[in-house]
């Protein structure tokens, strides 16, 4: 059985149903505009919401045991009343070179080359932290301790993404368990994913639209289109991790601040 | 004369010559050298068999102590498995600290023991008999704590066994490319080959301790010698055995800490990503694991009341030994940093401040100062060397200085990745103290409970080393020198 029969028929749809053919590779983007970006955070909680990752409390956060799958870094530029916050959202940058995949003794971290995602396989996980060390972005969260969701949080829990036990490694997945569903979505309606379909939680959530998502591949898409400018870069690049996460540098021709 | 000597009488009957100046000579070569100073057998054996047996109150004291140390580690470990990895100090940045830094340091430790016994016997430099047996059981205790390290550090330890190679449900063997397997298995063939080389060299010593003890060491010795009688057919297997041993656990040892220092160098860890790290680790791991097997001699010297086998001159060697390990040591530190600190790369520079003007720079200082300042300035004095306390005060300092340079390599340069929004530091709390403490007295504990099972002094090879020794005359001196034997 394939594996597009096999998720079909997860989904209860007939697997004789399924259109023979295999499930078509994407390179899915992410560009953030850091002249949008207001820092409000909206991007961070949204993600919590949607992939149930575990909130913890305030003592545990000033101790460094925070997990947020995406965070937003402040830099102060300035002195005095010329000081001004500069925000740098950061995510996993779903490296297409990742330095977390080959130190993983037991290829929890492991790549997709169809998804051009880097995928973390929680229950084979052992916690040896090696790949949280080796991110140069410190984008990988550890579960210090094993999740624990008080009160109303537990009916809230995303059905769709795994509650991850203690000991173990996660991070942002740029909302997988989302592409699966308009991959499938698309495949049974026998037609190509359009642009703007697949919009992770960040990207749905942001007030200014800072965060565009799409498959690169597709020239029509946002994404594609928007590749390739002046103010584009990725975070540490030098380091030859290849991201897949772009950003638009902030203060344009406009003159405008971060 | 020697020759002629040993030809008429046992050589721990030698006659001193008639001249009286020739005469004190004799007996001053006799006082200072082990092997020169022969005695018969049986009173050799007595000299390591006697205290061994002889379990006194320090000893259950210590017994209790480090036990109840050893205690606390494993209790404090059960918590932290039940609890989560949260207890410690570790935070998002720097996800590994103190047990590496054990890790590494404990590693370090090991690799003097089978140094000292294997490259020293492949060298045929006889006067490391005595010393041998201590420094292998140090490197066995070491390793099996160094073992333990990256377990206790796990996330999810309960699921250890899925970094080990064999055939599972899973169909996934453990992925070669990750340096820590590289580490599973250089560790795991250096413990296996070190034990296997110390439990070889003791099989004469415990055959001689069974033909003289009783009760439930006589049944335990009697299973443990493996049926050694002697004959010169067995000799001669151990002694090729114990050859191949040797050429064979050099090129593993070095293997080993080299692999240790890519679990850092391989990284993009500004400060870890070094590609002199190799050589590096290895000769701090001798440096800091000389110096320990110092202090275990000295130990063992006070506690078994080993002072005819442990003399001035072994501990006048080691002492030699650890000044030209701290300054092949230094070169490579020196050239460690004398990179970043030329090409000033921006991270690196920051990691180089931190160091010599910001918040580490007494940790930075104290290493210096314990593995530099202070070696080089007392042990060039033959004084210092030969007496045992001083010796062993730098010995204790260059502990500590290598413990801090493991612990300011891991736990505070992790702490400074590229991005400075993600920079931390790493303070300790009480689990990983607890462990570490009792790690350290895991490892006293095992050498010694060993040394009170096994003889802690090869028997055998200071007998036969006192065999192979004879002086030679030249006009009005004599000199220590070889038989023609070997």
């Known amino acids: ?258 | 004369m020697a020759e002629q000597a040993s030809l008429e009488s046992p050589v721990w009957n030698r006659p001193l010559p008639d001249d009286p100046e020739l005469a004190a000579q004799v007996r001053e070569i006799r006082e200072k050298h082990l092997l020169q100073d022969a005695r018969p057998p049986r009173e050799v054996a007595e000299k390591v068999l006697g205290p061994m047996a002889r379990l006194g109150r320090v000893f259950w004291l210590a017994l209790i102590v480090l036990g109840g140390l050893t205690a606390t580690w494993l209790a404090t470990w059960a918590y932290q498995a039940y609890q989560g990895m949260g207890v410690t100090g570790l935070n998002r940045t720097i996800m590994w600290a103190p047990y590496i830094v054990n890790f590494v340091y404990f590693i370090g430790i090991g690799h003097a023991g089978t140094f000292i016994s294997a490259a020293l016997r492949v060298l045929k430099f006889e006067w490391r008999a005595p010393i041998s047996r201590a420094a292998e059981s140090l490197t066995v205790f070491a390793l099996l704590v160094a073992f333990t390290m990256p377990l206790i550090h796990m996330g999810r330890v309960w699921k250890f066994y899925w970094m080990l190679p064999f055939p599972n449900q899973r169909q996934l063997w453990p992925n070669p490319r990750s340096p820590i397997f590289w580490d599973m298995t250089a560790i795991f063939t250096y413990l296996t080959c070190s034990m296997l080389f110390m439990y070889l060299g003791i099989l004469p010593d415990i055959a001689i301790a069974r033909e003289k003890a009783s009760g439930w060491r006589k049944r335990l010795y009697t299973v443990l010698a493996l049926g050694w009688r002697g004959t010169d057919r067995e000799w001669k297997h151990l002694d090729t055995t114990l050859n191949i041993f040797s050429y064979g656990i050099i090129p593993v040892m070095f293997s080993v800490h080299t692999v240790v220092s890519w679990d850092f160098a391989m990284t993009l860890q500004p400060g870890w990503n070094s590609s002199i790290f190799g050589p590096y680790f290895v000769v701090g791991a001798l440096y800091s694991g000389v110096g320990a097997v110092i202090i275990i001699m000295a130990i063992l010297r006070k506690a078994l009341h080993l002072e005819y086998f442990l003399r001035e001159e072994h501990f006048n060697a080691m002492g030699k030994f650890l000044l030209i390990l701290s300054f092949t040591w230094v070169y490579f530190y020196f050239n460690d940093y004398l990179l970043p600190w030329y090409h000033k790369e921006p991270i690196l520079t920051v990691i180089f401040r931190l160091f010599t003007s910001g918040w580490a720079a007494p940790l930075w200082f104290t290493m210096l100062i314990a593995n530099i300042l202070i070696p080089w300035a007392t042990l060039w004095s033959r004084k210092v060397r030969s007496s045992i306390p001083a010796l062993v005060g730098v010995a204790l300092l260059v502990q500590v200085g290598m413990y801090i340079e493991r612990y300011l390599i891991v736990a505070v340069t992790l702490g400074y990745p590229e991005l400075p929004f993600d920079w931390a530091v790493y303070v300790p709390r009480l689990p990983e103290i607890l462990i570490t403490l009792g790690v350290f007295a895991f490892v006293v504990l095992g050498i010694t409970v060993l040394s009170r099972l096994v003889p802690i002094i090869p028997i055998w090879e200071v007998v036969e080393g006192q065999l192979l020794q004879g002086t030679r005359r030249i006009g009005r001196a004599i000199f220590p020198a070889k038989t023609e034997a070997d």
């Not at chain 1, 950061?90 to 003794?105: D, G, I, R, T, Y």
């Not at chain 1, 051009?116 to 916690?127: A, D, S, T």
């Open chain 1, 1 to 258: 059985m394939s594996e597009l029969e096999t998720r079909l028929l997860d989904r209860g749809q007939s697997a004789a149903a399924a259109p023979k053919t295999e499930l078509p590779s994407h390179k899915w983007t992410m560009l953030i505009d850091l002249d949008k970006c207001t820092g409000c955070n909206a991007c961070v909680v949204a993600c919590h919401v949607e992939n149930n990752v575990p909130i913890r409390s305030e003592r545990e956060v000033i101790r460094g045991h925070g997990q947020h799958w995406i965070r937003i870094e402040r830099y102060w530029e300035g002195e005095g009343d010329a000081q001004r916050a500069t925000f740098l959202p950061m995510l996993c940058q779903q490296c297409s070179n990742a330095p977390c995949e080959p130190v993983c003794p037991v290829y929890a971290s492991v790549h997709s080359e169809r998804e051009n995602l880097n995928l973390q396989v929680y229950n084979r996980c052992v916690g040896t932290r090696f790949c949280g060390n080796n991110c140069p972005y410190r984008a990988r969260q550890f579960n210090w301790f094993a999740p624990q969701f008080e009160g109303p949080i537990t009916e809230m829990l995303n059905p769709d993404v795994t509650v991850r036990s203690g000991g173990v490694m996660e991070k942002c997945t740029f909302c997988v368990q989302r592409i699966r569903r308009v991959e499938e979505d698309a495949l049974v309606e026998g037609r190509p994913l359009r642009d703007g379909e697949m919009v992770p939680a960040c990207a749905q959530t942001c007030p200014t639209s800072a965060i565009v998502f799409g498959d690169r591949s597709d020239p029509q898409s946002q994404v594609a289109q928007r590749l390739g400018g002046q103010r584009e870069f990725q975070v540490l690049e030098h380091l030859g991790t290849a991201p897949n996460v772009y950003y638009l540098k902030a203060g344009g021709s406009d003159g405008g601040a971060g």
